[in-house]
């Protein structure tokens, strides 16, 4: 069985171009010692339209599809599956590479690309890790709650904002639950349905109090 080439339309180069973000994700987390790619399956002569770290490999944009993504999509055609999910590998240079494929789809599961990612062994071990601690990344480290139910995350962001605003001492008693609200909402937390609930219960006020003040920033 031989792979066949797709036809594209233009909303298969939109679902695609969709994916670019997420090399970006991918790359910006693991660090620069990785290779991330994108394929399509428009074009296998030049299918790379996404690259990030690049030099691992030598590659750029409308760079081939490699041997080894060939093999992996005619499996994908035939099994649904990608074999192997995670292996070893070496660039031209002779690098040692761990990489992933996984197959993009598109409408109605349609395969139009794949994603690499190619981690480049060669460093040496701790300038790899470096590059994933926050000693190398200064002002990296943020605040998340990381909850299994919404009640739990509402109470966190809204016990942060709490102490926000009872720290800032030019917030005055009268507009405090306004304060806190009002940073509640720009962190997006009333989003959440339950949001409003709670936080009038907590802060001993009524509803129509939240709403009143939600309305307000609306309209600024």
Known sequence: MQVKQVKFTQLDREHLARYFRVADTIADLIGPHCEVVIHSFESLEHSVVKIVNGHHTGRKLGS??????LQ???EFEKTGQVSPKSYFTNAADGSLLKSTTCILAGDNDKPIGMLCINMNLSFPFPEIIKTLMPDCSPNSFVSESFCNNVQDVITKA???AIAEV???????PKIRNKAIIRRLYDNGMFELKETTAHVAESLHISRQAV?????EFKSE
């Open 211 to 215: 709403y009143k003040f939600l309305r």
């Open 72 to 74: 992996m999509w005619r």
């Open 158 to 160: 809204l016990n942060a």
């Open 166 to 172: 009872d720290t800032d001492a030019s917030i005055t």
């Open 64 to 69: 081939p599809v490699t041997d080894l993504g």
